[in-house]
């Protein structure tokens, strides 16, 4: 029979080796197999207690007669090591009824650390394997969900992961609805090891399936991305059929006890035809975006203003060698209330931040942390409020003084382009 050592040495070489071969970031390690540091770490705390417990019983229940007294704390240790070890007790063993029992204890405190391990790496697998076959239950909040798939999807998800983590500093969490990932998953390593850190969750169903959408707790989302499945017009079909599902579904679920008819989820699509547009937008989603359409126009204006493509190129992609697009919340930076376009922009170029655009945002008049995402009730609220007619101003010029004077609010939202997110906490 194996001691507890010998196996303890054989999982050490063995995970060694895997190391080696299969190249595996110590970072990934850790995120896999923790809970055998903790278990090791619990049993070294166990250890301490146990020889403390015994050389406390034997001292007080024996009169200072016990053998294992006569030790220096060093031949404790050794011989406490070997007896947990081998089992072996070289002729010295606790006198006191307690110091026995927690002798014994310590020979099969390594079995029985070795049993947790095992366990803890059998609920671990059978967790893993629940998360890769879709059948992991979504339960946190404010993630980002995406319906529909296409040769950009994997790309998508790995930029806005970084992305939303880098801007944010909290853990950007996706969860993919499909009806089957099990070959994409297979093929891209990347998203299979999104899905077994967490980062990436996914749900094996459709979208008109209630039972899908309570798995992927989508009504709880910050935002959904539908995205089009192919190039021909049946993919916006689909597209438009998911908006319907999941906009009926987030109303019931989130204006259940208010009993009104607002827009209760943040929709985006992506279309191959804008016709599709209007009907989109009926059915609760917030923006349409028609990726053809958006390439032919690029092209039609590099041909005319040459090297124009290779700057949205930068603007669009995301790396620390580019600028990119961020919100700065004039909830949090209050420096940049109470002031119009034209006078922000020297404001925020003292930080190397391009202002874009001024966002009005509304708050729910009964829930003042919800941001208002139906757009009749934005409409409404733009011309009663503020007297605009749209929600971003972008270089207003004084034709429209409404826009061109407009002072910034403490509800608003900036759009900046910026290095990185890091540069906006700078500003007060």
Sequence with gaps: MFSISSIFSILIIGLCAILYYRKISFKYIWRRYKHFFFTFLILLIAYFLITEAIFYFESIETGGESPLLELTSGEFHQWLLILILSG???????????????????IYLGWVALGVSILLEYLTNIKIKKRMEGKHKVSHEGHYVICGWNLRT???????????????NKQCRITIINADLKEVIE????????????QLDYIKGKTRDVFTLEQANIHKA???VLFADGLESDADERTLLRALAISRFCRNKNNKDSGTSKDAIYIIAEVNDRQ??????ASDVNEVICTTEIGNNIITQTMNTKGLSMVLQDLLSYSDDNNEFYTIDLKIHRSLVGYTYDELLPMLRKYNIQLIGIKSVFYDKQNSAMEVIDREEIMERLKSEKELTRQFIVNP?????????????GDDQLIV????????????
């Design 154 to 168: 994997p790309d998508f998800i790995e930029n806005s992961i970084k992305a939303i983590s880098d801007f944010s």
């Design 187 to 198: 093929l891209n390593p990347n998203l299979r090891n999104l899905i077994e850190s967490g």
């Design 397 to 409: 010029n004084k034709g429209n003084p409404k826009e061109y004077n407009y002072k910034t609010d």
């Design 417 to 428: 382009l910026c290095e990185n997110g890091k540069v906006i906490k700078d500003v007060p």
């Design 222 to 224: 910050a935002s959904i």
């Design 88 to 106: 072996f007790e070289n002729g010295l063993f606790p006198i006191s009824v307690v110091g026995k029992f927690l002798a014994t204890l310590a």
């Design 276 to 281: 599709f547009e209007s009907s989109l937008l």
